[in-house]
T-cell receptor, first 114, second 113 residues
Framework: DSGVTQTPKHLITATGQRVTLRCSPR?????VYWYQQSLDQGLQFLIQ???????AKGNILERFSAQQFPDLHSELNLSSLELGDSALYFC?????????????FGPGTRLLVL | GQNIDQPTEMTATEGAIVQINCTYQ??????LFWYQQHAGEAPTFLSY????GLEEKGRFSSFLSRSKGYSYLLLKELQMKDSASYLC??????????????FGTGTRLQVFP
């Protein structure tokens, strides 16, 4: 158990819908990262927050957005869902950022868009 | 561009030694991570190399050569539970203010009795 929690574990929804994935980092960790893992691709970095502020952005679609709240939990919002958005979404956290910090991954949310 | 290459699949026998290679071509470099991921589960941290050489941690060791853009993960005394995907990830030097990682597609290792 990494100490990172994600809810829900599974999510089934329809195309065009909007969903929110939630992540709570390990106690004391300030940095949160979101990754997408599709069947035919490796882990793709989406976005990072550090202490409430956006720190880095990957190839995140405009339909996707995220935020980190004052209590350091983070939410990833996915809207206008398409079939291709079906994937495992992982959140990871690290204590700090910029120093080669190890990222600890949550159990993931498996999203299925029908 | 950013490119990380690993073999897609490998097989090995219980008790044996296996080496999983990773080559990378990135705009910069500031560290390489290895993660283990069992199917449908979260990646778990195995090792981190930022300087050239070998880092040993129990049955697992990781090697880095920055001049060659090359790393390997060595697994000794293989056990059935080592059957998993092994992910190589590089921290791009340009991202000095973040720990954004670029992941390879992973190597799926199957250990047979």
């Amino acid at each position: 158990d990494s100490g990172v929690t994600q809810t829900p574990k599974h999510l089934i929804t329809a195309t065009g819908q909007r969903v929110t994935l939630r992540c709570s980092p390990r106690s004391g960790d300030l940095s949160v990262y979101w990754y997408q893992q599709s069947l035919d691709q490796g882990l793709q970095f989406l976005i990072q927050y550090y202490n409430g502020e956006e720190r880095a952005k990957g190839n995140i679609l405009e339909r996707f957005s995220a935020q980190q709240f004052p209590d350091l939990h983070s939410e990833l919002n996915l809207s206008s869902l398409e079939l291709g958005d079906s994937a495992l979404y992982f959140c990871a956290s690290s204590a700090e950022t910029g120093g080669g910090e190890t990222q600890y991954f949550g159990p993931g949310t498996r999203l299925l868009v029908l | 561009g950013q490119n990380i290459d690993q073999p897609t699949e490998m097989t090995a026998t219980e008790g044996a030694i296996v080496q999983i290679n990773c080559t990378y071509q990135t705009s910069g470099f500031n560290g390489l991570f290895w993660y283990q991921q069992h199917a449908g589960e979260a990646p778990t941290f195995l090792s981190y190399n930022v300087l050239d050489g070998l880092e040993e941690k129990g049955r697992f060791s990781s090697f880095l050569s920055r001049s060659k853009g090359y790393s390997y993960l060595l697994l000794k005394e293989l056990q059935m539970k080592d059957s998993a995907s092994y992910l190589c990830a590089v921290r791009d030097e340009r991202t000095y203010n973040t720990d954004k990682l670029i992941f390879g597609t992973g190597t799926r290792l199957q250990v047979f009795p």
